[in-house]
């Protein structure tokens, strides 16, 4: 039996919190920065001063508070020991504290007047880290650059971490910030959708010692379209995690579809076109959340019980599927 | 569980590209240092850095176009390249297996990120290279590898857990061969030299003007490098029915997180992480034989480490020795050319000196084998990582 899930929490332009989300209002923002869009569906809710204080918190850039944050959401509802990890998913860390460092070094009159504090935000394994630090997880603690495929991605580290003995539960998720360097990539890489920031994360557990499962994990499958035919692999995902958990493609009753770009978008409502579930699409919601879509597909999919699929799908070429039996 | 064997090496780095070239360069005590060109250094006060000269990556990036792959990919790309052949593996053989594609790294497509933000800074967000923002991201690193390759049915995953991320990988890799998850797994790291970094250091005065000297009493800091090493690690069952040769075998790993501080290691934890690794390997701590130290060269890392060292391993801990004296920090690649160099230790029978040495400084208290190889029928040996975040790996690889 695989791993099941335990308990979520998430942060997002809904607000802070599980009731948050559940609620699903939309509130995108406008925007008066240097953006190039003119909104986002900002986390306005998730005031890092408020949520965490000012201890701690003075040089902390917004990625690291979005998953300190969410995670101190999560660990109530947890048991939590020394072989608690953290696994996390990130497209680039925070673009934005990487832009500020190089752009004080660039500009001010000597090229190493740069704020040495915000140096160790600027690295991608910052969010988990910090996570780590404020509520003292000790255990396995890993970021996976995944970009969109970072819901996969995840889960299948956390799940190998679990089975192989190295962690007693995994919080698994991602956070994605917004700011105005992230959409001014995605502009140039031909993004057109309004952006969101947010985190959410999932407790993975081995399920023989799990108190209360939400959802089993029943099977993770990933390929790279080195062929260039995403669809295909994407199908094929489909079927091996289909075949491997002894049901049919009719059986699936949700899906929350993962809605990249352009061809990718095409290619994934291909992948589907032979499932009859309902399709849930999280970023209506949200927005764009980049390397947290994945695991705002599985958060949403946990009010729908049955067997439910979330799909990946990244510009670089990997793609991938999640079947989860979430339970009643 | 199965066990696992490393059959191909690949590396790119300062002192030699390829096993053997590397090898010999590691058993010469070869140095990559040399002033940086990789950026502008005009306003600092010196530059000295193990930067990779010569990388012809049309080499090795043959069918993915290069403008998709930055330079950190395409060391990942030239590495993993180099460890399939270096089994003795095709790519159509690889193809039909199940198989894990993991590489570690700190900055991931970084120095594209600063050639991005310097257009920002200085003309306008409007100018940034749309061809760049699309290979930024670090995902493309495992990807590229799979895509070069043609593998599909690939586990895909840059680890981007900083320094200490090239363990992580090979861990990873490892736990998918073991497991059953996977038949191979190409595993390691890869960096590319950037400014951001240079400068965080510099800015806290962990950069040595001259040469990288872990242990030293009179060590200044960590130089900045770049490369790649990758593993290509499969099982024992299957290396043998080919009749392949396995430079060493991967005998366990251990993760942990010090939960501390963002920056400054704790060594309690770093202890705690070794001695996780051993108990996964099923070593007791008398019977290694070397450790591959994490060793940058900081004031802080060294007697931190060492401290660590002799807390799991007694007063008379294993020999200590440090190949960023001869690579310098590599940052995410570090631990995979570590891990690199003890598999090449192990099958050629040396031990790969920590050069640059003039006086052990009393406080880290082992012998690091100064600035000459020696000679070593080496068993198991243990390789260190540390990272910022307090992201601990040890990985340890052995011959039975």
Redesign the interface.
């Known amino acids: 039996m695989g791993p099941v899930i335990t308990a979520w929490s998430a942060i997002s332009s809904c607000g802070v919190g599980r009731a948050a989300l559940e609620a699903g209002l939309v509130r995108p923002s406008p925007l008066d920065d240097?953006s190039?869009g003119t909104q986002a569906f900002l986390a306005s809710d998730f005031v890092v001063r408020e949520a965490l204080g000012t201890k701690g918190t003075g040089s902390m850039d917004r990625s690291s508070a979005l998953a300190v944050g969410v995670v101190g959401e999560l660990l109530p509802g947890v048991d939590v020991d020394a072989r608690t990890?953290?696994v996390l998913g990130?497209?680039?860390?925070s673009?934005q504290t990487?832009?500020e460092?190089?752009?004080d070094?660039?500009?001010r009159r000597?090229?190493?007047?740069?704020n040495?504090a915000s140096?160790?935000f600027?690295?991608?394994?910052?969010a988990?880290?910090?996570a780590?630090?404020w509520?003292?997880?000790?255990?396995?603690?890993?970021?996976?650059?995944?970009?969109r495929?970072s819901g996969p991605?995840v889960l299948?580290?956390g799940a190998?971490l679990l089975?192989?003995g190295?962690a007693s539960g995994v919080v698994c998720g991602a956070v994605e910030e917004y700011s105005?360097?992230r959409a001014?990539?995605e502009h140039?890489?031909?993004g057109t959708r309004v952006l969101g920031e947010g985190a959410a994360v999932v407790f993975l557990e081995s399920a023989g010692t799990a108190r209360a499962p939400l959802a089993e994990v029943l099977g993770i499958a990933?390929?790279?379209?080195?062929?260039g035919d995403p669809a295909g692999?994407l199908a094929a995902c489909l079927h091996r995690v289909l075949e491997r958990a002894g049901a049919a493609a009719e059986d699936v009753r949700t899906v929350a579809v993962s809605a990249p770009e352009g061809a990718l978008a095409e290619a994934e409502r291909t992948a589907l076109a032979r499932l009859r579930a309902s399709v849930v699409d999280p970023a209506e919601v949200i927005g764009d959340v980049g390397a947290a879509t994945g695991p705002f597909q599985v958060v949403t999919l946990l009010r729908s019980p049955g067997l439910a699929v979330a799909t990946a799908l990244?510009?670089?070429?990997?793609v991938g599927c999640v079947l989860l039996r979430v339970l009643s | 569980m199965r066990r696992v064997v490393v059959t191909g090496i690949g590396v790119v780095s300062s002192i030699g590209t390829g096993a053997a070239p590397f090898a010999k360069a590691l058993r010469e005590g070869r140095s990559g240092a040399r002033p940086i060109g990789a950026f502008d250094t005009a306003g600092f006060a010196h530059a000295t850095g193990c930067e990779v000269v010569g990388f012809e990556p049309q080499r090795w990036v043959r069918n993915v176009p290069l403008d998709e792959v930055g330079r950190a990919a395409r060391f990942a790309i030239a590495s993993a390249r180099m460890a399939v052949d270096d089994a003795g593996l095709t790519e159509e053989e690889l193809r039909r297996l199940p198989g894990l594609v993991s590489i570690g790294t700190t900055d991931g497509g970084s120095d594209d990120g600063e050639r991005l933000a310097a257009s920002y800074v200085h003309s306008g967000p409007e100018s940034m290279d749309p061809v760049a923002a699309r290979r930024l991201p670090a995902s493309t690193l495992a990807t590229g590898v799979a895509r070069e390759l043609r593998l599909s049915d690939v586990d895909v995953s840059t680890i981007a857990t900083a320094c200490a991320a090239g363990n992580y990988a090979i861990g990873n890799g490892f736990d998918a061969v073991r497991t059953g998850e996977a038949d191979f797994a190409l595993c390691g790291g890869a960096d590319a030299m950037c400014r951001m970094t240079f400068t965080g250091f510099y800015r806290l005065g962990a950069v040595d003007p001259d040469g990288c000297r872990p242990f030293d009493v009179n060590r200044r800091g960590i130089l900045t490098g770049e490369g790649g090493a990758v593993l290509l690690l499969e099982p024992l069952e299957s290396a043998r029915e080919r009749g392949a040769r396995s430079y060493a075998e991967i005998l366990g790993y251990g993760l942990n997180c010090d939960a501390h501080h963002q920056v400054a290691p704790d060594g309690d934890s770093v202890r705690r992480c070794m001695e996780l690794a051993l108990a996964d390997a099923g070593v007791e701590p008398g019977e290694v034989d070397l450790i591959s130290a994490h060793g940058t060269g900081t004031k802080a890392n060294d007697v931190t480490e060492c401290g660590a060292i002799r807390g799991a391993f007694g007063d008379r801990p294993p020999r200590t020795v440090s190949v960023k004296s001869m690579l310098g920090h590599t940052m995410g690649a570090a631990s995979a050319l570590g891990a690199a160099a003890c598999a090449l230790g192990i099958e050629h029978r040396f031990i790969p000196p920590t050069i640059n040495h003039t006086e052990t400084d009393p406080d880290c208290g082992i012998d690091c084998v100064p600035n000459t190889a020696v000679e070593a029928r080496l068993r198991v040996v243990q390789n260190n990582a540390l990272a910022f975040g307090g992201n601990n790996a040890v990985v340890v690889l052995g011959k039975r």
């Open positions: 240097e190039p990890g953290v990130t497209t680039s860390g673009s990487q832009l460092f190089t752009r070094s660039l500009t000597k090229p190493y007047f740069v040495p140096m160790p600027a690295l991608m394994n910052s988990a880290g910090q780590a630090i509520h003292k997880l000790t255990g396995p603690n890993t970021t996976i650059a995944g970009g495929m991605s299948r580290y190998r089975a192989t190295r105005p360097t001014w990539l140039h890489r031909g990933t390929r790279v379209a080195v062929d692999a990244d510009a670089d070429g990997s």
